[in-house]
């Protein structure tokens, strides 16, 4: 089955890197995603990497993947106060459900001054 | 791109009342899906849709829970004799027919049941 698992909690000083970790279980996973949260919001698509690749870089985002393990990260460069949110690691699974995605509890990344 | 709309934004209803949330995906996308997403949790798949059929239902819809998409465009779900522990976050996403194309979410519908 499908379990996607992240720690909740991440706080950094504005200017320094940020980095969220994520770990998955289903090995056929095609593509892994990150989205990001604001409160009372819904999700916003941040990133996503196939999984043939190892890393994906976006800007201030760098994506890495370790698929022998099982694990994703996602670095944000630079990291500013408007990056607080909570960060959501989702796996894809190809079955009858099309692309439906399995997210983790999410990283509520704090980020001060 | 308007992007995924969903109304109401905030519903709050009595114990055993019917509710009803409707989601306006993006125009081209034939893929619509529902997602719950309850307190410091991440949102957890109710069911899906491509065009007008609806293709897969999780066990987490019970049969209070209807979810429809008639001409395959909009969607409905609804929730028949709410309980306290249908408050939650309800979301819809959609995405287009290209394999591995992300979901894109709508802002969601916060339901409180009292």
């Known amino acids: 089955g499908e379990d996607v698992e992240q720690s909740l909690f991440l706080s950094v000083r504005e200017g320094d890197s940020s980095v969220i970790n994520c770990t998955y279980t289903?090995?056929?996973?095609?593509?892994l995603y990150w989205y990001k949260q604001e409160p009372g919001a819904g999700l916003q698509l941040l990133t996503y990497?196939?999984?043939?690749?190892d890393m994906k870089q976006d800007q201030r985002l760098t994506v890495l993947l370790n698929k022998k393990d099982k694990h994703l990260s996602l670095r944000i460069a630079d990291t500013q106060t408007g990056d607080s949110a909570i960060y959501f690691c989702a796996e894809s699974t190809l079955t009858g459900g099309g692309n439906k995605l399995t997210f983790g509890t999410g990283t509520q990344l704090k980020v001060e001054l | 791109d308007t992007g995924v709309s969903q109304d109401p934004r905030h519903k709050i209803t009595k114990r055993g009342q019917n509710v009803t949330f409707r989601c306006d995906p993006i125009s081209e996308h034939n893929r619509l899906y529902w997602y719950r997403q309850t307190l410091g949790q991440g949102p957890e798949f109710l069911t899906y849709f491509q065009n007008e059929a609806q293709l897969e239902k999780s066990r987490l819809l019970s049969d209070r829970f209807s979810a429809e998409r008639p001409k395959g465009s909009f969607s409905t779900l609804e929730i028949q004799r709410t309980e306290q522990g249908d408050s939650a976050m309800y979301l819809c996403?959609?995405?287009?027919?290209?394999?591995?194309?992300?979901?894109?979410f709508g802002n969601g519908t916060r339901l409180t049941v009292t």
């Open positions: 289903d090995s056929s996973s095609t593509y």
């Open positions: 990497i196939f999984s043939n690749m």
């Open positions: 996403a959609s995405r287009s027919g290209g394999t591995g194309s992300p979901l894109h």
